[in-house]
Nanobody, 119 residues
């Protein structure tokens, strides 16, 4: 079993910054892809940023403001969010596509963390 635990959400003012963290624990052989998604009420979950073995890729709405990074030694992924806007308000979820110790591939989600951008 694998568990993803997120932290770092909260309230920020427009133009401010927040840093989200997500760590995975459990029987993990390797983590191929790490990503952040977000969702607002009544809308589908959308990809914000994703990182594999190379550079991160971003949704157009956050390009140049958000930075995704990973620390494989800690089985963790981070999202640095700068110049926040009110439209960034959402519940943010981390996602990891990983290989378990038995060789099977799995797709796991964190529990979600609320980010609110408001003055």
């Amino acid at each position: 079993q694998v568990h993803l635990v997120e932290s770092g959400g909260g309230l920020a003012q427009p133009g401010g910054s927040l840093r989200l963290s997500c760590g995975a624990s459990g029987y993990i052989r390797s983590i191929e892809t790490m990503a952040w998604y977000r969702q607002t009420p009544g809308n589908r979950r959308e990809m914000v940023a994703v990182i594999g073995s190379g550079d991160g890729k971003y949704a157009d709405s956050v390009q140049g403001r958000f930075t995704i990074s990973r620390d494989d030694a800690k089985n963790s992924v981070y999202l640095q969010m700068n110049n926040l806007k009110s439209e960034d308000t959402a519940v943010y979820y981390c996602n990891m596509e990983l290989t378990g110790l038995g060789g099977s591939e799995y797709d796991y989600w964190g529990q979600g963390t609320q980010v609110t951008v408001s003055s």
